[in-house]
């Protein structure tokens, strides 16, 4: 990484209509592990790790409306829901924002005054479509029929005044940024996506909206509520603030497919309209499907993640999101493909190598050897690093696990457990290899799964080695 000093990171904030599923868990887990190797490598008071929720807008309003129950509870209600996901998942973000905060709303105010003193700001009126399930404005082009590209639905016709941000004009600064650059777009399709939106002249949005009484009114225009999509961008600034400190510029904003648009075009122009420097890069994931399909709320198709920590273990299902689907494609889960993975490279792999070397080493070294600690910064530790770096999560984890199969194999081809009867010497050594390949493993392993690296270390650093407990329990 270049920029050193430090490492501020963001997820998208989720929608708070429903509780989260796996798909909202998929993003958090794989920047919370971005947040780990970088707070392993650079320093923890280094790194900032953003996540929250977003609640204004008329679709949460709907939400509560059906629910029967008063906004603020709902909302307090739905985003504990969130936090409590994440901490199941042992997701640890420095700052839990939601977008109700105090802090936010009198962000939001004071960006949106300075972006209309700078003279980006005009009234206006919008006659057109709107999803309020994708809180997006449509145009004929996207939707000639009137139905909603992503909800299938029909879209509703609107005719108001808004405040309007000039982000055709701001948006020809974004494309020699990103050609330079300065403004990264990751993957590769994603930023030639977005030049080509670019290239084909982005048209001004709304800002604020009259009829949406659940948000942040506009300060000069009480009439006037913001935008949902304008104020949930924002949070990336008021999250930046830590008491003295101001971690803004991002260094990488985590987001799904979906809405990469409102975060490599729409937010760029907000930023410029106030002053303030773009994110380094924006980092753009796939979507978790069943069977082929998104998994989502409207399609009725989710998987809540506190089923599967409950049963597999935290560290399990962030194997499974992280090993499963190549970061920046589309790819199917299952709790089929989760059991074969925890039956197979986590139990019978990682685990029983656990077990039996400090099983072996127990019972015919009286749990006594002195480890080969291999050097952490070797290169095959540094290639590891770069693909974590690269958001190649899958193929780290792939690369970890050679080296558990090479452990493994060790201890069937020597024969360990005759080897300790016939030459201990010999088993010593290799004993010793074996514990020092688990404690980078370990090392290695800790941004992916914290409770089993910890373990592990803890098992195969002790001045007296015993039976370690199976990581990884068989499941009923
Ligand atoms: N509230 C907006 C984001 C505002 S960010 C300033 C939103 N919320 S969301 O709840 O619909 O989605 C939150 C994140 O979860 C998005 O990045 C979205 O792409 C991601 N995912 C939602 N479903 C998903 C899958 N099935 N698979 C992977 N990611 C998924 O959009």
Not at 18 to 32: F, L, Q
Not at 50 to 61: F, Q, V
Not at 62 to 78: I, M, Q, S, V
Not at 447 to 457: D, G, N, S
């Amino acid at each position: 990484m270049k920029n050193t000093d430090k490492f501020y990171i963001t997820t998208a904030i989720d929608y708070i209509n429903a509780k989260p599923h796996i798909g909202h868990a998929y993003e958090k887990v794989a920047s919370d592990v971005l947040a780990r190797h970088y707070a392993a490598n650079i320093g923890r008071d280094k790194v900032r790790f953003l996540t929250g929720t977003d609640e204004h807008g008329a679709k949460i309003a709907k939400a509560a409306e059906t629910d029967g129950r008063p906004l603020e509870d709902f909302a307090r209600e739905t985003a504990a829901k969130f936090s409590f996901a994440w901490d199941q998942l042992n997701i640890e973000p420095d700052r839990f924002i939601r977008t109700t905060d105090a802090d936010h709303i009198a962000t939001v105010q004071s960006l949106l005054v300075t972006i209309k003193e700078n003279g980006f700001l005009y009234e206006g009126e919008y006659e057109g479509l709107y999803c309020t399930a994708c809180e997006t404005f449509y145009t004929e082009t996207d939707a000639t029929d009137h139905i909603c590209p992503i909800h299938k639905t029909v879209l509703e016709l609107l005719k108001e005044k808004n405040w309007f941000l000039k982000v055709n004009e701001l948006s020809q600064q974004i494309k020699p940024k990103i050609a330079s650059g300065e403004f990264v777009i990751w993957p590769i399709s994603a930023a030639h996506e977005i030049t080509s939106w670019l290239n084909q002249g982005f048209k001004d949005i709304a800002i604020s909206r009259p009829n949406v009484k659940w948000g942040i009114p506009l300060p000069w225009d009480k009439d006037q509520t913001v935008y949902v999509w304008v104020d949930a961008l924002i949070n990336y600034i008021t999250g930046a603030k830590d008491g003295d400190k101001n971690w803004w510029p991002a260094n990488v904003h985590v987001v799904g497919k979906d809405i990469a648009k409102f975060h490599c075009i729409i937010w760029p122009a907000i930023l410029l309209a106030a002053g303030l420097e773009l994110p380094k890069q924006v980092v753009v994931h796939g979507y978790l499907t069943i069977g082929g399909q998104k998994m989502s709320k409207s399609v009725g198709n989710v998987i809540d993640p506190n089923d599967w920590v409950a049963k597999y273990g935290a560290d399990a299902v962030r194997y499974l999101l992280m090993r499963e689907v190549a970061f920046g494609q589309d790819g199917d889960v299952s709790e089929e493909k989760l059991r074969t993975r925890y039956t197979g490279e986590l139990a019978n792999g990682l685990g029983n190598l656990v077990s039996r070397i400090t099983t072996l080493v127990e019972n015919y070294l009286g749990g006594e050897v002195v480890v080969d600690t291999i050097d952490e910064q070797n290169s095959e530790s540094n290639e590891i690093h770069t693909l974590i770096q690269q958001f190649a999560f899958h193929d780290a984890l792939a690369k970890i696990w050679v080296w558990v199969a090479w452990a493994n194999k060790t201890v069937d081809e020597k024969k360990l457990w005759e080897l300790a009867k016939t030459d201990l010497e010999d088993f010593r050594k290799t004993a010793a290899g074996i514990l020092g390949a688990l404690e980078i493993i370990a090392k290695e392993l800790r941004p992916f799964m914290p409770e089993t690296a910890e373990k592990i270390l803890i098992a195969v650093t002790a001045k007296k080695i015993t039976k370690a407990e199976p990581l990884f329990p068989r499941i009923g």
